[in-house]
């Protein structure tokens, strides 16, 4: 069983900035990838950025340029930075990540947080 807990959610002016971040713990031998992903209401889940193991980022063309994720594999925690943040961003953030668990017999793991409420006023 692994868990992610998110924090740093909140309410910011279009133009500010926030930061999020997601630890995972439990059971984890190793973690592959880690994730933001967002969900406004009406709409469907959407990832917003991803990382390696390796360090390795990937973006969603609608936050290129704003978002930065990063990583601590030690720690096993992610974060998003969000800078020049719209009003278009409000949505509950969560947190992804995939990998191994298990101590004798490793099975793959694919959990999600409870998410974090970012919005954007106006």
């Known amino acids: 069983q692994v868990q992610l807990v998110e924090s740093g959610g909140g309410l910011v002016q279009a133009g500010g900035s926030l930061r999020l971040s997601c630890t995972a713990s439990?059971?984890?031998?190793?973690?592959?990838?880690m994730a933001w992903h967002r969900q406004a209401p009406g709409k469907q889940r959407e990832l917003v950025a991803s990382?390696?193991?390796?360090?390795?980022?990937t973006y969603a063309d609608f936050v290129k340029g704003r978002f930065t994720i990063s990583r601590d594999t030690t720690k096993n925690t992610v974060s998003l930075q969000m800078n020049s943040l719209k009003p278009e961003d409000t949505a509950g953030y969560y947190c992804?990540?995939?990998?191994?668990?298990?101590?004798?017999?490793?099975?793959?793991?694919?959990?999600w947080g409870q998410g974090t409420q970012v919005t954007v006023s106006a």
């Open positions: 992804r990540a995939t990998g191994l668990t298990g101590v004798d017999l490793k099975f793959a793991f694919g959990s």
């Open positions: 990382i390696s193991s390796g360090g390795s980022a």
């Open positions: 439990g059971s984890i031998f190793s973690i592959n990838i």
